[in-house]
């Protein structure tokens, strides 16, 4: 019997082997990426986007933001560090580079010709030799697996949350209606629509009136929709969002690692931004001092928007103020200080508590560094001129001084549960403010527990960076305690400092674990035993939730209070019983810390899932105000949206979301907002001028003339008072919802009746 010998080895069986080889290596390193876009598109798909428009969608975002936005920061940047923060942080570059492209088009009057912008930077890359290499830049160090699929894995579970609390409770355009919708959702499309075709914005439901305001956000959702050429809904109650969420995600990963020097920092910091929610133990229907991140991402958009801003200038501005020590991440060199000024100039209209709360921090580690160093430190004292900078042209210039009802109102936040009364001891009031003071840092504060291990470890006396970021992290709550809004909006400084202070939780939690030298079965074992954990708490929330006290007061703080007690003694018990515990499994020697603070940084897990839970049950909110969103005035809004020209003027005889004893609640922004036109008076509670004077959303209109002439046009018309609508107003449409009040017969004799249903109609003025 003959033995075969093996033949030569084929070409073809090369080119297999190498196919293999390739597979094996490219399948690992892009699978979480695959994944994670995978879902986030699927998601968007099963809650009614147009595939379609997801593509075009996605071609803006590929060619017209990441694409420019990547090869400017590889040419700003001295040496690569990954793939996936090149791509991060060129994202956000991208955005500040559409903002200023935008301006251009927009001031010049040819928005529709936006989509030409990349090439202002596409083209010098690709013709000047020098810039080349950028396009495929070497160097890259790998990405740890595990990190990869964290963060995936932190996107994927906060689209999750989106689908429930969001997408599936918000169709693109009403089809009934019984629609009911946040009551700020349409002012802020009104915003975008606007957006389309003004620069700088005016306000949408007062034609001419200045908007000194953080609008920039608004200007990113309409430059998307001009460049993608997705209906402007689409993308704000669709693409936008998702897409806001996911970036900031990967940005606070890569800036975490980027700081910290740690990938395992950064992948916490994310997931303490968007996994675990506050600290509540309510029954999901309401936050108590409000919240981080739930709620307010779709909410209101800008501050999403404004934290993929923020985000990537703490990594700028950590380096200037001082790299922290055994950091391996390679500097970003002199062009720090440019991409600094790129994204204070952003930050500016992104959101009006972002730089304040930069600047304060920045000012921290100046005076720290001048203490401890006794000499000044200039690139500190540079960074904080720059900042100043920034701020003075946005309160000059983007807000024109206005305060927009802030004022220094300390602990205003708080006040309304400590519910004074006249026969309440001195003592007692104190004892009930101490339990107040608590509940508060431990709603909204407690993932940021792991900044307290880290100065422990660090014996109180932290690096250049740490104190920047602690700067950061204390200076949002402390702004938050000093000022008060007849909205609540000091909670944005709050936010503003959270980006910070999870940073700093995580760069603490990890070197609580490097001190606790696990080994790689002890970390995965914490890891489950930390989702075992959440899981039990969210199990037990949601089937005995805590019903909140009704009204005010400090009975709402107390099943906060009380949890917070029962977790205490739980840590106590197990605190007793450790030595115990090691001697049956010495590996847990040295683990104590790691495993209290990973408890206590998870505690708030259930957040989330309640919010989302609280979505089923009251949409758009939970307690917050809803408005309702009639199909029937939606489809005419679209209508004079196709019918009409950017800069075309409605009226409407709808002012009220609600009138109340007689008082009109000027909250009315649907026209405004989905027909992506200026209106003559529309609610007027919104307009800076208006908010935070006596009355609230109550407070009448301020120009009876204007007011008297827009609604003489619907019941007594005649042709002298509508020409002067047209020629003194610019308005060239009337928008009537008869359920409001019918319009008068003359009307249909003086103007052109467009469109005409039970409910609704729209004349053209001649």
Not at 132 to 149: D, E, F, I, N, S
Not at 286 to 312: A, H, N
Request: with cysteine; proline share 7%; hydrophobic share 55%.
């Amino acid at each position: 019997m003959s033995t075969l010998a093996p033949g030569p080895v084929t070409g073809a069986d090369t080119t297999g082997d190498r196919a293999r080889t390739v597979l094996r290596r490219v399948v690992p390193r892009w699978a979480p990426a695959v994944v994670g876009v995978g879902f986030v598109a699927t998601c968007l798909l099963l809650t009614g986007t147009p595939a379609a428009d997801l593509a075009r969608w996605s071609g803006y975002a590929l060619l017209a933001v990441l694409l420019p936005g990547t090869l400017v920061y590889r040419a700003l940047r001295r040496h690569p560090h990954t793939l996936v923060e090149d791509l991060a942080m060129g994202a956000a570059v991208g955005l500040v580079l559409e903002l200023a492209g935008w301006a251009v088009f927009a001031a010049v009057g040819v928005p529709g010709w936006l989509w030409l912008w990349p090439l202002a930077v596409v083209v010098p890359f690709a013709a000047v030799p020098a810039l080349r290499r950028h396009w495929r830049p070497t160097g890259y160090r790998p990405v740890p697996t595990g990190w990869a699929w964290s963060v995936t894995g932190v996107v994927v579970g906060f689209t999750l949350y989106l689908v429930e609390s969001f997408l599936r409770v918000n169709p693109v355009l009403p089809t009934e209606e019984g629609q009911a919708q946040y009551i700020d959702l349409a002012f802020q499309l009104s915003l975008a629509g606007a957006a389309t075709h003004q620069v700088p914005l005016q306000v949408p439901q007062v034609a001419g009136e200045p908007l000194h305001y953080h609008w920039f956000g608004f200007a990113h959702l309409a430059a998307s929709s001009l460049v993608s050429g997705v209906d402007l809904p689409t993308v704000f109650f669709r693409l936008g969002v998702p897409a806001l969420c996911a970036l900031a995600v990967v940005l606070v990963a890569v800036v975490g690692w980027r700081i910290t020097g740690r990938p395992y920092a950064g992948a916490a910091a994310a997931a303490l931004m968007f996994t675990v929610g506050e600290f509540g133990f309510e029954n999901g229907l309401r936050q108590l001092f409000g919240t981080q991140t739930t709620f307010i991402v779709w909410g209101s958009p800008s501050m999403t928007y404004s934290w993929v801003l923020l985000v990537p200038l703490l990594a700028v501005f950590g380096e200037i103020v001082g790299r922290a020590r055994r950091v391996t991440v390679p500097p970003l060199g002199g062009g720090a200080w440019v991409l600094a000024a790129g994204f204070l100039a952003a930050s500016t209209g992104a959101k009006a508590s972002s730089v304040p709360v930069v600047l304060a921090a920045l000012g921290l580690a100046a005076v720290v560094l001048t203490v401890g160093r006794r000499r000044l430190p200039r690139a500190v004292l540079a960074a904080v001129g720059l900042t100043l900078a920034a701020q003075l042209f946005a309160t000059a210039v983007l807000f024109a001084f206005e305060s927009h009802g802030v004022t220094v109102d300390p602990l205003s936040g708080l006040r309304g549960y400590v519910e004074p009364t006249a026969d309440r001891p001195v003592l007692v009031t104190g004892l009930v403010w101490v339990a107040v003071c608590l509940a508060f840092l431990l709603n909204l504060q407690l993932r940021l527990a792991g900044a307290l291990a880290l100065l422990r470890l660090r014996r109180w006396r932290p690096e250049p960076v740490q104190v920047f970021l602690l700067g950061g992290a204390v200076a949002g709550p402390a702004a938050y305690l000093l000022v008060g809004h007849p909205g609540s909006s000091n909670q944005y400084f709050l936010r503003a400092g959270f980006a910070f202070g999870v940073i700093l939780s995580a760069w603490g939690w990890a070197e609580v674990l490097d001190r606790a030298a696990l080994s790689a079965r002890g970390r995965r074992r914490l890891a489950g035993a930390a989702v075992g954990f959440a899981v039990l708490l969210t199990a037990y929330q949601l089937r005995f939730p805590a019903t909140a006290a009704p009204e005010p007061g400090y009975a709402a703080v107390l099943p906060l209070l009380i949890w917070a007690g029962v977790l205490t003694l739980l840590a106590i018990l197990v605190a007793l019983y450790w030595p115990a515990l090691v001697g049956r499994w010495p590996a847990l020697a040295g683990t104590g810390g790691a495993v209290l603070l990973t408890g206590v940084l998870v505690a708030g897990a259930p957040g989330l899932v309640l919010d989302a839970r609280a979505a089923r049950t009251f949409p758009n909110g939970g307690a917050y105000a809803v408005v309702p969103m009639p199909a029937s005035r939606v489809a005419a809004a679209r209508w004079v949206y196709a019918a009409s020209d950017p800069a075309d003027v409605l009226a409407t005889n709808v002012h009220c979301w609600t009138v109340v004893n007689g008082w009109c609640d000027a909250r009315s922004f649907w026209l405004s907002g989905y027909a992506q036109r200026s209106v003559l008076v529309e609610g007027w509670a919104f307009a800076p001028r208006m908010v935070g004077r006596d009355g609230g959303p109550y407070a009448p209109f301020w120009d009876e003339a204007r007011l008297r002439a827009n609604d003489a046009a619907f019941t007594a018309p005649t042709a002298a008072g509508l020409a002067e609508l047209r020629d003194r107003y610019g308005v060239r449409w009337l928008v009537v919802d008869r359920q409001v009040e019918p319009e008068s017969p003359v009307l249909a004799e003086l103007a052109d009746l467009r469109y005409d249903t039970d409910r609704m109609a729209v004349y053209r003025l001649r």
